[in-house]
């Protein structure tokens, strides 16, 4: 369990993998703190103006690169990225990937296409991936990762 205090008056806690509190851990954190506060509160230390919200981080959340991608590795990831061409200029592409590997020395990671409606054939209604793409890897440094977030299916 992690605990954190910022000056800017939030409390921040994290006790499970991916982020996400249990109901039971958060209604346990809350009636704590609560009564930690109003202790606090009566010796007049601290603002009487100060509220506890509790809130999940939910799936919209920018993942940090490298630290949260081996956290959530079994999970299909929004990937936007800057792909170099060998031409002039890059271009900026995303896709729904899972994460493969790690590499710390090379600082870069191998992504394979998420079995997902988006990187399906849309005339092969129900399929999986076919072979060609389930094999398909990308290999991308960290550099030109731009943005990466939990994938949202909309299905």
Do not use: H
Not at 3 to 10: P, T, V
Not at 41 to 54: F, K, N, Q, W
């Amino acid at each position: 369990m992690i605990w954190r205090f910022s000056l800017s008056r939030f409390l921040r806690v994290d006790t499970f993998i991916y982020g996400c509190p249990s109901m039971e851990e958060m209604e346990n954190f809350s009636a704590l703190y609560k009564k930690r506060l109003n202790e606090v509160g009566e010796s007049g230390d601290i603002p009487s103006d100060l509220a506890l919200e509790v809130s999940s981080p939910g799936a919209e959340r920018l993942l940090k690169v490298p630290n949260d991608l081996e956290r959530f590795k079994e999970m299909p990831m929004q990937v936007c990225y800057v792909a170099i061409n060998e031409g002039p200029g890059n271009t900026e592409k995303d896709g729904v990937f899972l994460l493969e590997s790690v590499e710390a020395a090379s600082e870069s990671c191998m992504w394979k296409l998420a079995n997902v409606r988006e990187n399906r054939d849309p005339l092969a209604k129900g399929r999986p991936l076919s072979r060609k793409k389930k094999e398909w890897r990308l290999c991308l440094p960290f550099g030109s990762l731009k943005k990466v977030s939990l994938y949202i299916d909309n299905e």
